[in-house]
Protein backbone atom coordinates (compact mmCIF):
# COMPACT_ATOMS: atom_id res chain seq x y z
CA UNK A 1 0.00 0.00 0.00
CA UNK A 2 1.18 3.20 -1.22
CA UNK A 3 1.87 6.39 1.37
CA UNK A 4 -0.79 8.95 0.43
CA UNK A 5 -0.37 12.68 0.42
CA UNK A 6 -2.23 15.65 -0.59
CA UNK A 7 -1.05 19.04 -2.10
CA UNK A 8 -2.95 21.80 -3.75
CA UNK A 9 -0.51 21.40 -6.33
CA UNK A 10 2.22 19.19 -7.13
CA UNK A 11 5.83 20.34 -9.29
CA UNK A 12 7.46 17.36 -11.35
CA UNK A 13 10.77 18.55 -11.76
CA UNK A 14 13.46 21.00 -9.70
CA UNK A 15 14.93 23.10 -12.60
CA UNK A 16 14.32 26.98 -12.97
CA UNK A 17 10.74 26.21 -14.56
CA UNK A 18 9.87 24.05 -11.61
CA UNK A 19 11.37 25.99 -8.78
CA UNK A 20 9.82 29.14 -10.00
CA UNK A 21 6.41 27.72 -10.70
CA UNK A 22 6.82 26.49 -6.85
CA UNK A 23 8.06 30.05 -5.60
CA UNK A 24 4.75 31.76 -7.14
CA UNK A 25 2.18 29.04 -5.96
CA UNK A 26 4.02 28.54 -2.40
CA UNK A 27 3.71 32.90 -2.35
CA UNK A 28 -0.18 32.88 -3.60
CA UNK A 29 -0.66 30.71 0.07
CA UNK A 30 -1.08 27.74 -1.65
CA UNK A 31 0.40 24.05 -0.96
CA UNK A 32 2.90 23.48 -2.88
CA UNK A 33 5.48 20.33 -3.87
CA UNK A 34 7.95 20.06 -5.96
CA UNK A 35 9.51 16.84 -6.83
CA UNK A 36 13.13 16.16 -8.05
CA UNK A 37 14.42 12.95 -9.12
CA UNK A 38 18.22 13.42 -8.44
CA UNK A 39 19.73 13.25 -5.23
CA UNK A 40 20.55 17.30 -5.27
CA UNK A 41 19.30 20.04 -7.49
CA UNK A 42 20.84 21.45 -10.08
CA UNK A 43 23.46 18.98 -10.76
CA UNK A 44 24.93 17.71 -13.07
CA UNK A 45 24.81 20.62 -14.87
CA UNK A 46 24.00 20.08 -18.71
CA UNK A 47 24.23 24.02 -19.70
CA UNK A 48 26.90 26.29 -21.04
CA UNK A 49 25.62 29.05 -18.24
CA UNK A 50 24.50 31.48 -20.57
CA UNK A 51 22.11 34.04 -19.67
CA UNK A 52 20.57 37.26 -19.99
CA UNK A 53 20.60 40.20 -17.75
CA UNK A 54 16.91 40.98 -18.14
CA UNK A 55 16.55 37.92 -15.72
CA UNK A 56 17.54 40.19 -12.28
CA UNK A 57 14.54 42.45 -13.00
CA UNK A 58 12.13 39.55 -14.32
CA UNK A 59 12.84 37.63 -11.42
CA UNK A 60 12.87 40.44 -8.69
CA UNK A 61 16.09 39.12 -7.77
CA UNK A 62 19.72 40.74 -7.21
CA UNK A 63 23.22 39.99 -8.57
CA UNK A 64 24.87 37.56 -7.03
CA UNK A 65 28.54 36.90 -6.99
CA UNK A 66 27.83 33.19 -5.83
CA UNK A 67 26.22 32.66 -9.25
CA UNK A 68 27.52 35.43 -11.34
CA UNK A 69 31.19 34.38 -12.67
CA UNK A 70 31.08 36.99 -15.06
CA UNK A 71 29.37 39.77 -16.81
CA UNK A 72 28.96 40.12 -20.82
CA UNK A 73 29.60 43.44 -22.38
CA UNK A 74 28.92 41.49 -25.97
CA UNK A 75 29.19 39.19 -28.42
CA UNK A 76 32.03 38.22 -31.35
CA UNK A 77 30.22 36.05 -34.31
CA UNK A 78 32.81 34.33 -36.47
CA UNK A 79 32.75 32.95 -39.86
CA UNK A 80 33.92 29.78 -41.02
CA UNK A 81 36.83 31.75 -43.19
CA UNK A 82 37.53 34.03 -39.91
CA UNK A 83 35.38 36.69 -40.78
CA UNK A 84 34.44 38.83 -36.89
CA UNK A 85 31.14 40.68 -36.49
CA UNK A 86 31.89 42.42 -33.31
CA UNK A 87 28.21 43.20 -30.90
CA UNK A 88 29.24 45.80 -28.54
CA UNK A 89 27.85 46.97 -25.19
CA UNK A 90 26.12 49.99 -27.41
CA UNK A 91 23.73 47.58 -29.15
CA UNK A 92 23.70 44.71 -27.26
CA UNK A 93 22.21 46.11 -24.43
CA UNK A 94 20.50 43.52 -21.76
CA UNK A 95 20.71 41.37 -24.70
CA UNK A 96 23.63 40.13 -23.29
CA UNK A 97 24.25 38.56 -20.19
CA UNK A 98 25.73 36.88 -17.33
CA UNK A 99 27.97 33.33 -17.53
CA UNK A 100 26.52 31.32 -14.43
CA UNK A 101 27.65 28.95 -12.14
CA UNK A 102 23.89 27.06 -13.03
CA UNK A 103 23.99 24.48 -9.95
CA UNK A 104 24.62 27.40 -7.03
CA UNK A 105 21.56 29.46 -9.69
CA UNK A 106 19.12 26.69 -9.54
CA UNK A 107 19.69 25.98 -5.89
CA UNK A 108 19.41 29.24 -5.51
CA UNK A 109 15.87 29.08 -7.17
CA UNK A 110 14.74 26.35 -5.09
CA UNK A 111 15.79 27.78 -1.60
CA UNK A 112 13.46 30.76 -2.75
CA UNK A 113 10.98 28.16 -3.47
CA UNK A 114 10.72 26.84 0.19
CA UNK A 115 11.62 30.02 1.79
CA UNK A 116 7.86 30.94 0.34
CA UNK A 117 6.89 28.05 1.61
CA UNK A 118 7.07 25.44 -0.92
CA UNK A 119 8.13 22.09 -0.15
CA UNK A 120 10.78 19.96 -1.96
CA UNK A 121 11.42 16.21 -2.03
CA UNK A 122 14.53 15.00 -3.43
CA UNK A 123 15.09 11.47 -4.59
CA UNK A 124 11.64 12.20 -5.67
CA UNK A 125 10.87 10.55 -9.20
CA UNK A 126 6.92 10.40 -10.61
CA UNK A 127 6.46 7.58 -12.57
CA UNK A 128 2.71 8.02 -13.80
CA UNK A 129 -0.23 10.15 -13.78
CA UNK A 130 -4.01 9.87 -13.45
CA UNK A 131 -6.47 12.42 -13.69
CA UNK A 132 -9.87 11.74 -10.78
CA UNK A 133 -12.75 13.74 -10.11
CA UNK A 134 -11.24 17.38 -8.84
CA UNK A 135 -7.76 16.60 -9.57
CA UNK A 136 -4.92 14.03 -10.44
CA UNK A 137 -2.95 11.66 -8.62
CA UNK A 138 0.88 10.73 -9.09
CA UNK A 139 2.76 7.74 -7.92
CA UNK A 140 6.32 8.60 -7.51
CA UNK A 141 9.20 6.54 -5.86
CA UNK A 142 10.56 8.67 -2.84
CA UNK A 143 13.70 7.38 -1.35
CA UNK A 144 12.54 4.04 -2.72
CA UNK A 145 8.71 4.05 -1.44
CA UNK A 146 5.82 4.16 -3.74
CA UNK A 147 3.71 7.63 -2.45
CA UNK A 148 0.86 8.66 -4.06
CA UNK A 149 0.22 12.33 -4.30
CA UNK A 150 -2.62 13.47 -4.84
CA UNK A 151 -3.19 17.78 -6.19
CA UNK A 152 -6.16 19.92 -7.50
CA UNK A 153 -3.54 20.04 -10.19
CA UNK A 154 0.30 18.67 -11.95
CA UNK A 155 2.92 20.80 -13.56
CA UNK A 156 5.12 19.17 -15.90
CA UNK A 157 8.53 20.66 -15.15
CA UNK A 158 10.63 17.81 -15.75
CA UNK A 159 12.61 19.18 -19.00
CA UNK A 160 13.42 18.23 -22.07
CA UNK A 161 13.39 14.49 -21.46
CA UNK A 162 9.54 14.93 -20.59
CA UNK A 163 7.42 12.06 -20.41
CA UNK A 164 4.70 13.87 -17.49
CA UNK A 165 3.03 15.72 -20.75
CA UNK A 166 2.43 12.74 -22.65
CA UNK A 167 1.20 11.29 -19.25
CA UNK A 168 -1.24 13.76 -19.36
CA UNK A 169 -2.47 13.67 -23.72
CA UNK A 170 -0.31 16.65 -24.67
CA UNK A 171 1.97 15.93 -27.55
CA UNK A 172 5.69 16.62 -27.00
CA UNK A 173 7.13 15.06 -30.00
CA UNK A 174 9.88 16.42 -31.55
CA UNK A 175 11.24 15.84 -35.57
CA UNK A 176 14.68 15.19 -35.67
CA UNK A 177 15.55 18.64 -37.67
CA UNK A 178 14.37 20.28 -34.28
CA UNK A 179 16.99 18.25 -32.20
CA UNK A 180 20.57 19.77 -31.69
CA UNK A 181 22.79 17.67 -29.43
CA UNK A 182 25.21 19.41 -27.45
CA UNK A 183 28.88 18.88 -25.68
CA UNK A 184 30.47 21.18 -23.85
CA UNK A 185 33.97 21.30 -22.50
CA UNK A 186 34.52 23.53 -19.18
CA UNK A 187 38.68 24.58 -20.02
CA UNK A 188 40.98 26.35 -17.69
CA UNK A 189 43.89 28.00 -19.52
CA UNK A 190 42.48 29.25 -22.53
CA UNK A 191 42.98 32.77 -23.67
CA UNK A 192 39.62 34.43 -23.73
CA UNK A 193 38.23 37.90 -23.71
CA UNK A 194 36.75 37.69 -20.27
CA UNK A 195 34.16 40.42 -21.60
CA UNK A 196 32.83 38.48 -24.63
CA UNK A 197 30.81 35.56 -25.73
CA UNK A 198 32.01 34.11 -29.17
CA UNK A 199 29.60 32.11 -31.10
CA UNK A 200 31.43 29.88 -34.02
CA UNK A 201 29.05 29.81 -37.31
CA UNK A 202 28.73 27.32 -40.45
CA UNK A 203 29.49 23.99 -41.41
CA UNK A 204 33.45 24.06 -41.24
CA UNK A 205 32.79 24.24 -37.65
CA UNK A 206 29.49 22.91 -36.66
CA UNK A 207 26.74 21.68 -39.49
CA UNK A 208 23.39 22.78 -38.46
CA UNK A 209 24.67 24.70 -34.91
CA UNK A 210 27.26 26.63 -33.98
CA UNK A 211 30.66 26.19 -31.26
CA UNK A 212 30.27 28.53 -28.62
CA UNK A 213 32.67 29.74 -25.93
CA UNK A 214 31.68 31.64 -22.99
CA UNK A 215 34.19 32.94 -20.58
CA UNK A 216 33.53 32.25 -16.87
CA UNK A 217 36.54 34.20 -15.53
CA UNK A 218 40.13 35.16 -17.00
CA UNK A 219 40.94 32.28 -18.31
CA UNK A 220 38.53 29.83 -18.26
CA UNK A 221 35.88 29.24 -20.74
CA UNK A 222 32.79 27.03 -21.36
CA UNK A 223 33.65 25.80 -25.15
CA UNK A 224 30.21 23.67 -26.26
CA UNK A 225 29.15 22.77 -29.68
CA UNK A 226 25.36 22.21 -30.34
CA UNK A 227 24.87 20.01 -33.74
CA UNK A 228 21.59 19.14 -35.64
CA UNK A 229 20.66 15.52 -35.24
CA UNK A 230 19.86 14.94 -38.58
CA UNK A 231 23.98 15.31 -39.28
CA UNK A 232 24.42 13.19 -36.51
CA UNK A 233 22.12 10.19 -37.86
CA UNK A 234 24.51 10.59 -40.95
CA UNK A 235 27.72 10.06 -39.05
CA UNK A 236 28.30 13.50 -37.39
CA UNK A 237 29.78 13.26 -34.38
CA UNK A 238 29.79 16.60 -32.03
CA UNK A 239 32.47 15.37 -30.15
CA UNK A 240 35.15 15.18 -32.78
CA UNK A 241 33.89 18.81 -34.39
CA UNK A 242 34.21 20.20 -31.08
CA UNK A 243 37.85 18.40 -30.62
CA UNK A 244 39.16 19.22 -34.04
CA UNK A 245 38.15 23.08 -33.07
CA UNK A 246 40.12 22.88 -29.76
CA UNK A 247 43.14 21.56 -31.65
CA UNK A 248 43.23 23.97 -34.56
CA UNK A 249 42.97 26.78 -32.46
CA UNK A 250 46.17 28.19 -30.56
CA UNK A 251 43.74 30.48 -28.27
CA UNK A 252 42.06 26.95 -26.95
CA UNK A 253 44.39 24.06 -27.91
CA UNK A 254 46.45 24.52 -24.59
CA UNK A 255 43.55 24.36 -22.41
CA UNK A 256 42.89 21.87 -19.71
CA UNK A 257 39.72 20.04 -19.75
CA UNK A 258 37.81 20.33 -16.09
CA UNK A 259 34.27 19.00 -16.73
CA UNK A 260 32.40 17.98 -19.70
CA UNK A 261 28.49 17.83 -19.55
CA UNK A 262 26.22 16.54 -22.92
CA UNK A 263 22.88 16.45 -23.40
CA UNK A 264 19.58 17.27 -25.81
CA UNK A 265 17.83 20.64 -26.56
CA UNK A 266 14.65 21.35 -28.81
CA UNK A 267 15.54 23.79 -32.01
CA UNK A 268 11.74 23.21 -32.51
CA UNK A 269 8.38 25.65 -32.04
CA UNK A 270 7.34 24.98 -28.34
CA UNK A 271 4.14 22.60 -28.50
CA UNK A 272 0.96 23.44 -29.35
CA UNK A 273 -1.10 22.85 -26.78
CA UNK A 274 0.64 23.76 -23.18
CA UNK A 275 -2.64 23.04 -20.91
CA UNK A 276 -5.20 20.20 -20.14
CA UNK A 277 -7.60 19.19 -17.70
CA UNK A 278 -5.56 19.61 -14.12
CA UNK A 279 -1.91 20.18 -15.89
CA UNK A 280 0.26 22.85 -17.55
CA UNK A 281 3.40 22.53 -19.17
CA UNK A 282 6.94 24.78 -18.54
CA UNK A 283 9.97 24.98 -19.81
CA UNK A 284 12.20 22.65 -21.64
CA UNK A 285 8.77 20.02 -21.33
CA UNK A 286 7.34 22.46 -23.68
CA UNK A 287 10.09 23.05 -25.87
CA UNK A 288 10.44 26.55 -25.10
CA UNK A 289 13.80 26.86 -25.81
CA UNK A 290 15.13 29.84 -28.40
CA UNK A 291 15.32 27.69 -31.44
CA UNK A 292 18.62 30.00 -32.42
CA UNK A 293 20.61 30.17 -29.34
CA UNK A 294 19.31 27.01 -27.69
CA UNK A 295 18.87 28.89 -24.66
CA UNK A 296 16.03 28.14 -22.34
CA UNK A 297 16.75 29.26 -19.43
CA UNK A 298 15.12 32.54 -19.67
CA UNK A 299 12.21 30.98 -21.26
CA UNK A 300 11.76 28.34 -18.31
CA UNK A 301 11.22 31.25 -15.96
CA UNK A 302 8.94 33.37 -17.78
CA UNK A 303 6.96 30.17 -17.84
CA UNK A 304 7.30 29.22 -14.63
CA UNK A 305 6.00 32.66 -13.20
CA UNK A 306 2.83 32.67 -15.37
CA UNK A 307 2.11 28.71 -14.87
CA UNK A 308 2.50 29.70 -11.18
CA UNK A 309 0.27 32.81 -11.32
CA UNK A 310 -1.98 31.16 -13.20
CA UNK A 311 -2.31 28.36 -10.78
CA UNK A 312 -2.86 30.69 -8.26
CA UNK A 313 -5.78 32.22 -9.69
CA UNK A 314 -7.21 28.88 -10.89
CA UNK A 315 -7.32 27.29 -7.25
CA UNK A 316 -8.70 30.91 -5.79
CA UNK A 317 -11.88 29.73 -8.52
CA UNK A 318 -11.42 26.17 -7.88
CA UNK A 319 -11.06 25.68 -11.39
CA UNK A 320 -8.26 23.76 -12.40
CA UNK A 321 -10.25 22.13 -15.91
CA UNK A 322 -8.27 22.99 -19.24
CA UNK A 323 -10.85 26.18 -18.99
CA UNK A 324 -9.76 26.88 -16.04
CA UNK A 325 -5.71 26.92 -16.42
CA UNK A 326 -6.25 28.75 -19.49
CA UNK A 327 -5.08 31.83 -19.01
CA UNK A 328 -1.41 30.42 -18.49
CA UNK A 329 -1.59 29.61 -22.53
CA UNK A 330 -2.24 32.99 -23.65
CA UNK A 331 0.40 34.00 -20.96
CA UNK A 332 3.37 32.75 -21.80
CA UNK A 333 2.60 33.21 -25.22
CA UNK A 334 2.55 37.33 -25.12
CA UNK A 335 5.78 37.81 -23.37
CA UNK A 336 8.13 34.88 -25.48
CA UNK A 337 5.87 33.36 -28.46
CA UNK A 338 6.90 36.01 -31.26
CA UNK A 339 10.90 36.13 -30.24
CA UNK A 340 11.02 32.06 -30.23
CA UNK A 341 9.13 32.33 -34.20
CA UNK A 342 11.08 34.47 -35.03
CA UNK A 343 14.51 33.10 -34.16
CA UNK A 344 12.74 29.31 -35.22
CA UNK A 345 12.51 31.02 -38.88
CA UNK A 346 16.00 32.49 -38.76
CA UNK A 347 17.41 28.50 -37.67
CA UNK A 348 15.92 27.16 -40.40
CA UNK A 349 17.73 29.70 -42.91
CA UNK A 350 20.77 29.03 -41.33
CA UNK A 351 20.83 25.04 -41.31
CA UNK A 352 20.86 25.56 -45.03
CA UNK A 353 23.16 28.51 -45.63
CA UNK A 354 26.77 28.08 -47.26
CA UNK A 355 29.64 29.10 -45.51
CA UNK A 356 30.57 31.20 -48.75
CA UNK A 357 27.39 33.26 -48.08
CA UNK A 358 28.03 33.43 -44.21
CA UNK A 359 31.17 34.11 -44.76
CA UNK A 360 30.03 37.27 -46.55
CA UNK A 361 27.00 38.00 -44.44
CA UNK A 362 29.57 38.24 -41.60
CA UNK A 363 31.56 40.22 -43.30
CA UNK A 364 29.16 42.90 -44.57
CA UNK A 365 27.77 43.12 -41.27
CA UNK A 366 31.17 43.86 -39.44
CA UNK A 367 31.22 46.59 -41.63
CA UNK A 368 27.85 47.87 -40.80
CA UNK A 369 27.05 50.40 -38.13
CA UNK A 370 24.53 48.06 -36.10
CA UNK A 371 21.84 50.13 -34.34
CA UNK A 372 20.59 47.36 -32.33
CA UNK A 373 20.61 43.32 -31.54
CA UNK A 374 17.56 42.73 -33.84
CA UNK A 375 16.65 40.42 -37.02
CA UNK A 376 15.20 43.79 -38.44
CA UNK A 377 18.34 45.26 -37.84
CA UNK A 378 20.41 42.67 -39.27
CA UNK A 379 18.69 42.75 -42.31
CA UNK A 380 18.52 46.06 -42.87
CA UNK A 381 22.58 46.26 -42.74
CA UNK A 382 22.47 43.19 -45.23
CA UNK A 383 20.18 45.21 -47.65
CA UNK A 384 22.56 47.94 -47.81
CA UNK A 385 26.27 45.79 -47.57
CA UNK A 386 25.33 42.78 -49.85
CA UNK A 387 21.91 43.35 -51.37
CA UNK A 388 22.09 40.13 -53.84
CA UNK A 389 21.62 38.34 -50.42
CA UNK A 390 18.38 39.32 -48.80
CA UNK A 391 16.77 37.61 -51.48
CA UNK A 392 18.92 34.04 -50.66
CA UNK A 393 18.01 34.92 -47.17
CA UNK A 394 14.24 35.75 -47.09
CA UNK A 395 13.62 33.00 -49.76
C1 LIG B 1 24.80 21.28 -23.25
C2 LIG B 1 23.71 22.28 -23.00
C3 LIG B 1 24.02 23.64 -22.94
C4 LIG B 1 23.02 24.57 -22.67
N1 LIG B 1 23.38 25.89 -22.55
C5 LIG B 1 22.45 26.80 -22.22
C6 LIG B 1 22.83 28.17 -21.99
O1 LIG B 1 24.01 28.54 -22.07
N2 LIG B 1 21.85 29.06 -21.67
C7 LIG B 1 20.54 28.69 -21.54
O2 LIG B 1 19.68 29.55 -21.26
N3 LIG B 1 20.16 27.40 -21.74
C8 LIG B 1 21.07 26.45 -22.06
N4 LIG B 1 20.70 25.14 -22.21
C9 LIG B 1 19.28 24.79 -22.02
C10 LIG B 1 18.89 24.85 -20.54
O3 LIG B 1 19.77 24.03 -19.79
C11 LIG B 1 17.43 24.43 -20.36
O4 LIG B 1 16.64 25.17 -21.25
C12 LIG B 1 16.92 24.65 -18.93
O5 LIG B 1 17.58 23.81 -18.02
C13 LIG B 1 15.41 24.39 -18.86
O6 LIG B 1 14.96 24.41 -17.53
P1 LIG B 1 13.77 23.46 -17.07
O7 LIG B 1 13.49 23.77 -15.65
O8 LIG B 1 12.65 23.50 -18.04
O9 LIG B 1 14.35 21.96 -17.20
P2 LIG B 1 15.59 21.30 -16.46
O10 LIG B 1 16.55 22.29 -15.97
O11 LIG B 1 16.07 20.23 -17.36
O12 LIG B 1 14.93 20.62 -15.17
C14 LIG B 1 14.10 19.48 -15.27
C15 LIG B 1 14.25 18.68 -14.00
O13 LIG B 1 13.24 17.66 -13.94
C16 LIG B 1 13.81 16.51 -13.33
N5 LIG B 1 12.97 15.37 -13.70
C17 LIG B 1 12.85 14.80 -14.93
N6 LIG B 1 11.96 13.77 -14.89
C18 LIG B 1 11.50 13.72 -13.60
C19 LIG B 1 10.56 12.87 -12.94
N7 LIG B 1 9.90 11.89 -13.59
N8 LIG B 1 10.33 13.06 -11.62
C20 LIG B 1 10.99 14.06 -10.94
N9 LIG B 1 11.90 14.88 -11.53
C21 LIG B 1 12.14 14.73 -12.84
C22 LIG B 1 15.22 16.49 -13.89
O14 LIG B 1 16.08 15.70 -13.09
C23 LIG B 1 15.60 17.96 -13.90
O15 LIG B 1 16.25 18.35 -12.72
C24 LIG B 1 21.66 24.16 -22.49
C25 LIG B 1 21.34 22.80 -22.56
C26 LIG B 1 22.34 21.87 -22.82
C27 LIG B 1 21.96 20.41 -22.85
Not at 82 to 98: K, Q, S, Y
Not at 226 to 236: D, P, Q, S, V, Y
Not at 267 to 283: C, N, S
Amino acid sequence: MADEHIVDALVIGGGPAGSITAYEVAKGGYNVLMIEKRAEIGIPVRCGEGISKEILPILDIEKDPSWICSEMDGARIISPCGNVMVIGPEVAGPETGFVIRREIFDRMLAERAASAGANLWVNAEATSFERVENGAVVRCIHDGKDVEIHAKVVVAADGFESQVARWGGLNTALAERDIDTCIQYEMMGVDVDPKYVEFYMGRRFAPGGYIWSFPKGENISNVGIGLNATLIKRGGDPKRYLDDFIRNNDRFSKGIITEINAGGVSVGLPIEKTVADRMLVVGDAARMIDPLTGGGVYTACISGQEAGRTIVKSLENDNTSAEGLGGYERAWRDRVEDQLVRNYLAKEKLLDLDDEVLDKVIEGLSEYDLKEASTQELLKGILEKHPELVNELMG
